[in-house]
T-cell receptor, first 116, second 116 residues
Framework: AQKITQTQPGMFVQEKEAVTLDCTYD???????LFWYKQPSSGEMIFLIY??????QNATEGRYSLNFQKARKSANLVISASQLGDSAMYFC?????????????FGAGTTVTVRA | GAGVSQSPSNKVTEKGKDVELRCDPI?????LYWYRQSLGQGLEFLIY????????KSGLPSDRFSAERTGGSVSTLTIQRTQQEDSAVYLC??????????????FGPGTRLTVL
C-alpha cells in the first residue's frame, strides 16, 4: 500500500501568492515524522520542514508551514509569498519510528511552477 | 566539502555490464541511505546502513543489486548485469542516525545511470 500520497502532479501559482501542496499518509505507527523536500531542476534534494507526530504545533520554517491534521493523516505544505525560485518538484516523505526504522518513504511529488 | 558527494555524476553503460556508484557521506554521519529515482517519479528506498549494524537491504529490487560500506564511511552501490530498467538517478543520503524523528537526511547530487 502506498504510504505517502500526493494527488497533485502539477500546480501553477502566481508570484507572491500562497500555494498549498497536499500530502496524505498511511501508517499504523504512533510515532513517526513527516518531511517535505524540494527538488529543483538541478536535481538536489533540499530539506524544507519537519513535523513530528507528537508535535502539538504546526511546524513553520520561514515561508514554509506545515498544516498537520493528525486525525485525517494529512500534512499539507503551505508556501507563502511564492517566488520564481520556488519552481521545483516537492516531495512529502515519512519516517516510521515504530520499528527503529530510519528510511524515508516518499510520495510521487508535485511540480510547482511559479508564474511572474 | 561539507556535503554528501557522489561519483560519477553521469554513467552510461551497455546492457549486461556491471557498474559501481560511489557515495561519500558527511563526516560523522553514521547512517547512509541509497535511493533510486526514476524519471519524474518519487524516490524509492534501496538500502540503509547504520553504524556497524547489519544493513537494511529490504528495498533492493533484485540480487543484481548490492552495496557495501567500508570503514563506516564511503559506500559503493554495485549493479551487476545492468538492464535498461535500471536507468535512473541513484541518490545517496546520510544522517546522524539518531533515534529522534527529525534525524534529517542530507542528499548528494545523485548519479544519473543510463543503460543502453
Amino acid at each position: 500500500a502506498q504510504k505517502i500520497t500526493q494527488t497533485q502532479p502539477g500546480m501553477f501559482v502566481q508570484e507572491k501568492e500562497a500555494v498549498t501542496l497536499d500530502c496524505t499518509y498511511d501508517t499504523s505507527d504512533q510515532s513517526y515524522g513527516l518531511f517535505w523536500y524540494k527538488q529543483p531542476s538541478s536535481g538536489e534534494m533540499i530539506f524544507l520542514i519537519y513535523q513530528g507526530s507528537y508535535d502539538e504545533q504546526n511546524a513553520t520554517e520561514g515561508r514554509y508551514s506545515l498544516n498537520f491534521q493528525k486525525a485525517r493523516k494529512s500534512a499539507n505544505l503551505v508556501i507563502s509569498a511564492s517566488q520564481l525560485g520556488d519552481s521545483a518538484m516537492y516531495f512529502c516523505a515519512m519516517r516510521e519510528l515504530g520499528n527503529n526504522d530510519y528510511k524515508l518513504s516518499f510520495g510521487a511529488g508535485t511540480t510547482v511552477t511559479v508564474r511572474a | 566539502g561539507a556535503g554528501v558527494s557522489q561519483s560519477p555524476s553521469n554513467k552510461v553503460t551497455e546492457k549486461g555490464k556491471d557498474v559501481e556508484l560511489r557515495c561519500d557521506p558527511i563526516s560523522g554521519h553514521t547512517a547512509l541511505y541509497w535511493y533510486r529515482q526514476s524519471l519524474g517519479q518519487g524516490l524509492e528506498f534501496l538500502i540503509y546502513f547504520q553504524g556497524n549494524s547489519a544493513p537494511d537491504k529490504s528495498g533492493l529490487p533484485s540480487d543484481r543489486f548490492s552495496a557495501e560500506r567500508t570503514g563506516g564511511s564511503v559506500s559503493t552501490l554495485t549493479i551487476q548485469r545492468t538492464q535498461q530498467e535500471d536507468s535512473a538517478v541513484y541518490l545517496c543520503a546520510s544522517s546522524l542516525g539518531r533515534r529522534s524523528g527529525k534525524s534529517e537526511q542530507f542528499f548528494g547530487p545523485g548519479t544519473r545511470l543510463t543503460v543502453l
